[in-house]
């Protein structure tokens, strides 16, 4: 299983986004985690990697499975831990390696070309009025087509995790 971390860096108004080439869609910075590292030093690893920016007081919000369907067979599985940041300091890089930067108005994100799962934590993670941490599971396609979702009833984990029944939603 692979671990992945990324990190929403909010600015006022505006999310730093990312677009991969691959597919051309828009994704908020982060990477993969190496071995034996931790949560906390891959996204700080990772953000800088790609952007030249130190994230000051990145607060986790967000632990997703993702998993990736060829029909019945799992073929990819990993784990995404989704942080949120609005502090930071250094000079935005003009050119990343992994893609064009820019900042993105927070009302034009969902509009952005992107995996269709990430709209929905990016809500969670963007509404002002939501906090703590949420969880929950994406399902694809090899061509990365959402397949369904589900998020942790109530939108947050806390302590009572056990008793959490989980929505599913069917694309």
Not at 14 to 25: A, H, S, T
Not at 39 to 47: D, Y
Request: charged share 20%; proline share 5%; glycine share 6%.
């Amino acid at each position: 299983m692979k671990r992945v971390a990324n990190c929403v860096l909010q600015n006022g108004n505006q999310v730093l986004m990312l677009q991969k080439p691959r597919f051309g869609w828009w994704v908020v910075p982060g990477g993969k985690m190496e071995s034996t590292e931790s949560v906390a030093r891959t996204i700080q690893r990772e953000f800088y990697e790609e952007t030249n920016l130190n994230i000051k007081n990145p607060e986790l919000r967000g632990i997703f499975t993702i998993v990736v369907k060829d029909q019945e067979l799992v073929i990819e599985e990993w784990m995404m831990f989704t942080f949120h940041a609005t502090d930071f300091d250094g000079q935005l890089t003009p050119y990343s390696h992994e893609g064009i930067l820019q900042w993105q108005d927070i009302s034009q994100i969902a509009a952005l070309p992107k995996a269709k799962g990430d709209n929905i934590y990016l809500e969670h993670i963007l509404d002002p009025h939501s906090d703590g941490l949420i969880s929950g599971t994406f399902f694809y396609t090899p061509d990365y087509e959402l397949i369904s979702y589900y998020i942790d009833q109530d939108k947050k984990v806390d302590s009572t995790i056990a008793t959490m029944i989980p929505t599913t939603i069917q694309i």
